[in-house]
């Protein structure tokens, strides 16, 4: 999850702060190199530092390698928007997004808006930390949990979560949220520990290794 400041739109004061999914994509800024996500009706704009973009991108490099050397039928789309299940006032954009390329036929807003409606299309998704942390361990941990992501990973290189979820004292943690019978089950990897990923169980990256990515 990146820092964020809130946008101001064109929308009228009544309206912008209650705009839906579809008024959100027609307003978003077709080729604009930036990111928006929609909070309960907010646009939010994102602001990647670049440590965060070295973390993520070594991510989606390792994972499509992977990919690729399976012949596996996922992908990692540059950019793609996932709706809130039960709201159309919220989309979120996460940091790495692996694909089910078989799934995407029962999407009915990839085509055109590039956005994901079902958690069974995801294979995995990825939040790198920042200083908002609590977005990535409440907010958007609960929508993907209800939509049904099978894997979520959250990148805490900075060990800024709230100690409830990294433990006390505070380090760099890598958490891996499992979705077992409707509600994510949670494994905690650090230093030299070898993440174990459902999806991927042979990508052999140990917490480190990704957290030293950023420098």
């Not at 912008?16 to 907010?42: A, C, I, Q, V």
């Not at 789309?77 to 979120?92: E, F, H, M, N, T």
């Not at 609590?134 to 900075?158: F, H, N, P, Q, S």
Request: charge should be negative; proline fraction near 5%.
């Amino acid at each position: 999850m990146l820092s964020q400041e809130t946008v101001k739109t064109n929308p009228t004061e009544e309206q912008k702060n209650s705009l839906t999914l579809e008024e959100f994509m027609d307003w978003y800024p077709d080729g604009y190199e930036g990111r928006f996500e929609l909070h309960d009706g907010e646009i939010v704009k994102m602001q990647p530092t670049g440590t965060h973009e070295k973390v993520a991108g070594f991510l989606a490099s390792k994972i499509s390698i992977y990919i690729d050397s399976l012949n596996l039928p996922f992908f990692i789309p540059r950019q793609g928007l996932i709706k809130a299940i039960d709201s159309d006032k919220s989309a979120y954009i996460p940091d790495v997004m692996v694909l089910d390329d078989n799934a995407l036929e029962k999407e009915p807003l990839w085509t055109k808006r590039s956005t994901i409606t079902q958690g069974a299309s995801i294979k995995l998704v990825i939040e790198v930390v920042s200083t908002n942390w609590r977005d990535d361990y409440l907010m958007k941990l609960a929508e993907y949990e209800k939509l049904g992501i099978g894997e979520y990973w959250i990148v805490d290189y900075l060990g800024l979560g709230g100690r409830r979820y990294i433990g006390d004292p505070k380090q760099p943690t890598l958490s891996v949220y499992n979705l077992v019978e409707g509600e994510y089950a949670l494994n905690l990897f650090r230093g030299e520990n070898v993440v174990a990923s459902p999806t991927f169980p042979e990508l052999n990256l140990t917490a480190e290794q990704i957290f030293k990515a950023r420098q």
